[in-house]
């Protein structure tokens, strides 16, 4: 078929090698010193540096939204097939706009950072911190028992209130942060979509409550019986792997 202006119109623009080197270097990340055309060394380090930016947040470094999503998607399957708890908590900046009409967008931008430098410093190897979208963080805590939950999101919630961020003028500003967290259903085959707008919930609440403060929903104690498992087992699309 000829290519015509309206089918070029719908095909992404292609990425060039010097494009790709742009990004990388904007970014921040170093390559190896390239020894040749056929360097595989480089050529890997290229294809990973790639990799992290398609996954990261610019500003911040953490996880972007759909890194997040991927990995929620993926935690949603383990807890049905499990039964392990997952905590999914939502984090909002408290009055951000605030920061950004009174000393504007470049003071805001070092307070995300901050931010997520704070939310960085919570977490364990296992866990997952991104920029869900501009002033709003997640996170997925798997294996998070509910007899811990509250505690563990009071924590974030202080480490965040700790921190000072200074400004281009030199005055020193902090933030406080609401949180919303809800726990997967185990033994039950969800959406990562109904686990979010849950924790969603437990944030709008913590707001309305006069924001700086976590709401949690806790998991309900349900029974479940072996011949449910098995149903839950093999409707999986992991099943190959526990045959």
């Not at 990425?15 to 390559?31: E, F, N």
């Not at 911040?60 to 990995?71: D, Q």
């Not at 901050?114 to 866990?127: K, T, W």
Request: aromatic share 6%; net charge negative; proline share 5%.
């Amino acid at each position: 078929m000829p290519t015509t202006p309206d089918s070029l119109s719908t095909s992404p623009p292609a990425l060039s090698l010097h494009g790709a080197l742009q990004l990388l270097q904007q970014s921040g990340r170093v390559l190896p010193e390239r020894k040749g055309a056929n360097d595989v060394v480089w050529l890997q380090a290229l294809i990973d540096g790639l990799c992290d930016l398609s996954s990261r947040d610019p500003l911040t470094a953490l996880a972007n939204r759909r890194h997040f999503e991927l990995t929620l998607a993926s935690e949603v399957d383990r807890v049905a097939r499990a039964g392990e708890p997952a905590l999914v908590l939502m984090i909002d900046i408290d009055h951000f706009k605030r920061v950004n009409d009174e000393h504007g967008h470049n003071s805001g931008d070092l307070v995300l950072k901050a931010v997520a430098h704070a939310l960085f410093q919570c977490i364990r190897p296992m866990d997952t911190v991104a920029r869900f979208g501009g002033e709003e963080f997640a996170m997925i805590l798997p294996n998070c028992a509910p007899s811990f939950a509250q505690a563990v999101a009071e924590r974030i919630r202080a480490q965040v209130g700790a921190a000072r961020v200074t400004l281009p003028g030199g005055e020193v500003v902090s933030v406080t942060v609401s949180i919303g967290g809800a726990f997967a259903p185990q033994w039950v085959r969800s959406s990562a979509l109904l686990w979010v707008e849950r924790a969603d919930q437990q944030l709008y609440l913590a707001k309305s409550q006069g924001r700086n403060r976590a709401c949690l929903e806790l998991p309900t104690v349900s029974i479940v019986t072996a011949e449910e498992k098995g149903l839950l087992f093999g409707t999986s699309q992991f099943q190959d792997y526990i045959d």
